[in-house]
């Protein structure tokens, strides 16, 4: 059974950091997708990177700021969010696409506030 479990957000002032982990059972991740995406309160859900297949990509709003990374041997992907904004606020949520099928975490909460 695949499993994806966040963790790793909290509040945290303007021009802080903070690092995502995205723990993943059930398939190892180094032979699937995964994606970050993040959704704000009354917004449509955004996507926010992606590593697989030795790429990485960003969206454009965090290109230089955020960086997706992941430890095979722990099975986990992670986030790391620094420079962080206002607008950075939202529910982030990992995904794996794994065998054709798309699996999804329940979310961690940031919050970028002073």
């Known amino acids: 059974q ?3 479990v966040e963790s790793g957000g909290g509040l945290v002032q303007p021009g802080g950091s903070l690092r995502l982990s995205c723990a993943a059972s059930g398939f190892t991740i180094s032979t699937g997708v995964m ?3 993040r959704q704000a309160p009354q917004k449509a859900r955004e996507w926010v990177a992606t590593t697989g297949g030795g790429f990485t ?3 454009d709003s965090v290109k230089g700021r955020f960086t997706i990374s992941r430890d ?3 099975n986990t992907v ?3 969010m620094n420079r962080l904004k206002p607008e950075d606020t939202a ?3 990992c995904t794996a696409a794994v065998l ?3 699996y ?3 979310g961690t909460q940031v919050t970028v506030s002073s």
Do not use: D, I, P, R
């Open 104 to 106: 999804w975490g329940q």
């Open 91 to 93: 529910v982030y949520s």
């Open 72 to 74: 095979n041997t722990k």
């Open 78 to 80: 992670f986030l790391q």
């Open 35 to 37: 994606k970050w995406y």
């Open 2 to 4: 695949v499993q994806l």
């Open 100 to 102: 054709g099928n798309n």
């Open 57 to 59: 990509f960003y969206a």
